[in-house]
């Protein structure tokens, strides 16, 4: 079966703090692609990262940064110095050719940045 | 920028009546998903299309239908809304794979009273 699971449903984070948003997935497919979300307060989920199961080379853009372990079965999500516009939800999401192309959504993190 | 649009951004309707959302995507997308968000359960797939004039149930669809006449337009239709199917509508394109990056409209928050 596959699964996606964010365990940390809130996190609170005071403005400039590193936080890092936890992802652990399930599948047996040996081919795969892990994603990224975010959820702003007005609703639209945006894209931020894909990965796919071959590439493990973690990833920065700017204050945010990705590591990608496949012995841990994880792809957790680093935002360094924090900002008040960061507060969103978070969703982690798996795909594979053998779901037919339905994302796999982990329930979320919802993430407060205070100032 | 790929740009997916729908209708409304909030909608009322009464129980019983016919509800129509609408998808636009600009980026000539082959594929097309309509997902519905509650606290608690998440993101739940209604329905997808892969092609013109073709559907598929997602994990959801009791009590909706859909319409894809057009490569770039996905409706959704609530035959007749019940005030369960209150809730966030979510609608997505990707490209061309399954497996390829899906890119997902503002939502519409529906209430069915």
């Known amino acids: 079966a596959q699964k996606v699971t964010q365990a940390q449903t809130e996190i609170s984070v005071v403005e400039k703090e590193d936080v890092t948003l936890d992802c652990v997935y399930e599948?047996?497919?040996?081919?795969?692609?892990l994603f990224w979300y975010k959820q702003p307060p007005s609703g639209e989920l945006v894209f931020l990262i894909r990965r796919n199961s071959f590439d493990e080379q973690n990833e920065i853009s700017g204050r945010y940064s990705w590591n990608f372990q496949k012995s841990t079965s994880s792809f957790n999500f680093t935002i360094t110095a924090s900002q008040v516009v960061d507060s969103a939800v978070y969703f982690c999401a798996l795909i594979t050719y053998n779901q037919g192309g339905k994302l796999i959504f982990g329930q979320g993190t919802e993430l407060s940045v205070k100032p | 920028d790929v740009k997916v649009t729908q209708s409304s951004r909030y909608l009322v309707k009464r129980t019983g009546e016919k509800v129509f959302l609408e998808c636009v995507q600009d980026?000539?997308?082959?594929?097309m998903f309509w997902y519905r968000q509650d606290p608690g359960l998440g993101l739940r797939l209604i329905y997808f299309s892969y092609d013109v004039k073709m559907k598929e149930k997602g994990d959801i669809p009791e009590g909706y239908s859909v319409s894809r006449e057009k490569k770039e337009r996905f409706s959704l239709i609530l035959e007749s809304a019940s005030t369960n199917q209150t809730s966030m509508y979510l609608c997505?394109?990707?490209?061309?794979?399954?497996?390829?990056?899906?890119?997902f409209g503002p939502g519409t928050r529906l209430t069915v009273l």
């Open positions: 997505a394109s990707s490209p061309d794979r399954a497996i390829d990056t899906q890119y």
């Open positions: 599948t047996r497919d040996t081919t795969y692609y």
């Open positions: 980026m000539d997308h082959e594929n």
